[in-house]
């Protein structure tokens, strides 16, 4: 028995498109009904990512006035400095790598891994999902691509990775907490100056911001049947919550301190700017 009329000429008319291109949905000229400025949202997303890509892009590569010597100072665009080419004194950790050619940014170690988290944080792909590829660009607006295959083909499919690049997160956060430590430094030993609350500052937003990623609150409580046979954990869980509900700002912030915290320490190093000392 054929299908009926209907059904064959709604399935040509598909032609394999979903969401608001189906046939099973209402038939709008109209991109959107919506009568506000929707389009603000995306393109600011667009103008601060794109400033925050095009500035540390341009740090990374450059090599110039990223350790400070007197006081123990380094951009978190360095950390870990673990080449022949750090100059010395930043590299924390040794250098267990040779001279690197230009193309290779002295933080290349963590560099990717740092790229990767916040590329498949949560936050972020709705950021640029609707910023960059409109899809879609707001609620409520109808985006350009007429098929949707969700999170399931490579390249997208690496978003799930998002999990495991949590782990590196945390260990490049612990990295970054000890450049702080290291930096309460002067030439007479202890020292304490304003690029120490600036380092400080941007250590304890990354914390904020690693920790309230989603993987973090699965992490801590996310396979847990009853709660109240994992009281700590239960704890830890309701915290990582709260913080979890600030997950945007959180983004935003950290790329403003990763930002002046680098630029700060880019004009001390570069004799622009003198520290202010409290101590030492």
């Known amino acids: 028995m054929s299908a009926p009329a209907t059904d064959r000429n709604a399935e040509q008319h598909d032609n394999g498109r979903t969401g608001v291109f189906s046939s099973t949905r209402a038939q709008l000229s109209a991109r959107t009904l919506r009568t506000d400025r929707w389009w603000i ?15 540390a892009t341009v740090r990374s590569f450059v090599r110039t006035a990223y350790w400070v010597e007197e006081y123990h100072y380094l951009t978190p665009f360095y950390s870990p400095c673990l080449s022949d080419s750090c100059v010395p004194g930043s590299s924390h950790f040794g250098t267990p790598f040779p001279e690197l050619p230009m193309l ?50 490579f390249p997208l499919i690496v978003q799930n990775a998002h999990r495991y690049l949590f782990y590196a997160a945390v260990v490049i956060s612990l990295i970054n907490t000890y450049d702080a430590i290291a930096a309460f430094h002067s030439p007479g030993g202890f020292g304490f100056g304003l690029g120490n609350v600036v380092l400080v500052v941007n250590v304890v937003a990354l914390w904020a911001y690693t920790l309230s990623c989603h993987s973090c609150r699965h992490i801590t409580g996310g396979r847990l049947k009853h709660f109240s046979a994992h009281p700590v954990r239960y ?37 622009t700017l003198t520290d202010l000392r409290f101590v030492g």
């Open 41 to 55: 949202p995306p393109v600011l997303t667009v103008i601060g990512l794109g400033a925050f890509v095009a500035y």
């Open 235 to 271: 704890w830890i869980w309701t915290q990582v919550s709260k913080l979890n509900t600030r997950h945007m700002q959180l983004a935003w912030i950290t790329l403003g301190t990763l930002v002046f915290t680098d630029f700060y320490v880019m004009l001390v190093a570069s004799g």
């Open 104 to 153: 290779i940014p002295l933080g290349f170690v963590v560099l990717p891994f740092l790229l990767l988290f916040r590329l498949t944080c949560y936050y972020y792909r709705k950021a640029y999902y609707r910023a960059f590829w409109l899809s879609p660009p707001a609620c409520a607006v109808a985006e350009p691509h007429s098929k949707y295959s969700g999170e399931t083909r």
